[in-house]
């Protein structure tokens, strides 16, 4: 897979050299290629902002500089097909696991990271007429910019494609991809400062074992997510755990 990133931060995206995802780029399975947005700025002081139009506090990012970087990105020898073009936006669609799926399917994908108070909406429109586009939200909140969003979805996603996440089965059993929040985990020592490792896990009974984490994803999920459980199993909760 390969992903674009365009921002006037590139050094935020030095996290992505770290850990599995960093393994990931050094084998080759994924191409991160991450462009400074000023490069396609030509004035003395490379400015990527102006005042908005009609007036108002902020600045709003300059179609012609996303233009550009854009247009050259897809221009690129090496770029075939149609990549998806992503705008990380607090007014976009909610990211979801679903979407981190979804996603992971495509073989190219760019991600143009704003800031200040947007981009110039020509420039969607401009992209979204020639391929495709989506803005996409990481929760209701505010960011300074899409820098952090995209270092989330990235993550999210390269951990979906094949061979960036050593063992498979580990993806499963996760929060999120059941539709219910992962079951608590423990490792040894058997007891801790008086606490000890809830005695199923230790039975050897594996359906027991099964059923046990089944029962703590199901009453988890009632009681921090309950909007996450369809209505007939959102009963009351059984009150809520110190760790929650
Ligand atoms: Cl994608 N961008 C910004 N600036 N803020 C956000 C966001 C994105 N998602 C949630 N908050």
Same mark, same amino acid.
């Given at each position: 897979?390969?992903?674009?990133? /365009?921002? !006037? ?13 960093? +393994?990931? +780029?050094?084998?080759? /399975?994924?191409?991160?290629?991450? %462009?400074?947005? $000023? ?22 990012? +300059? ?9 050259? !990105? ?6 075939? *097909? ?18 981190? %799926? ?11 990271? *704003? ?6 909406? &020509?420039?969607?429109?401009? #992209?979204?007429?020639?391929? $495709? ?7 209701? #909140?505010?960011?300074?910019? *899409? ?6 979805? /990235?993550?999210?996603?390269? $951990?979906? /494609? ?13 929060? %999120? ?8 985990? #423990?490792? +040894? ?18 359906? @027991? ?24 199993? &959102? ?5 809520? %755990? @110190?760790?929650?």
């Amino acid at each position: 897979m390969r992903i674009d990133v /365009v921002s !006037i931060f590139p050094g935020y995206f030095d996290a992505l050299e770290l850990s599995l995802l960093g +393994k990931a +780029k050094q084998r080759g /399975v994924i191409d991160v290629r991450v %462009h400074d947005l $000023r490069e396609h700025a030509h004035d003395k002081h490379r400015t990527v902002d102006d005042t908005p139009a009609g007036g108002g506090a902020g600045m709003v990012m +300059k179609p012609e500089p996303w233009g550009e970087a854009l247009d050259s !990105i897809l221009t690129d020898p090496e770029t075939t *097909g149609e990549p998806l073009i992503i705008f990380p936006s607090p007014a976009g669609e909610v990211f979801t696991q679903a979407m981190a %799926h979804e996603l992971a399917q495509e073989p190219h994908l760019v991600f143009g990271c *704003g800031r200040y108070e947007g981009i110039d909406q &020509r420039v969607f429109e401009e #992209y979204a007429e020639r391929g $495709r586009v989506r803005l996409v939200s990481i929760g209701d #909140y505010i960011l300074n910019g *899409g820098e952090v969003a995209t270092i989330a979805m /990235v993550e999210a996603i390269a $951990r979906l /494609v094949p061979g960036v996440v050593g063992n498979p089965e580990s993806l499963v059993e996760e929060s %999120h991809e059941s539709g219910l929040l992962e079951y608590p985990s #423990y490792t +040894k020592p058997a007891n801790w400062r008086d606490r000890a490792v809830p005695p199923v896990l230790l039975s050897g009974n594996h359906a @027991a074992i099964a059923a046990w984490r089944q029962e703590q994803s199901i009453e988890r999920t009632r009681r921090v997510r309950p909007e996450l459980l369809p209505p007939e199993h &959102r009963g009351e909760s059984r009150g809520r %755990h @110190a760790a929650d």
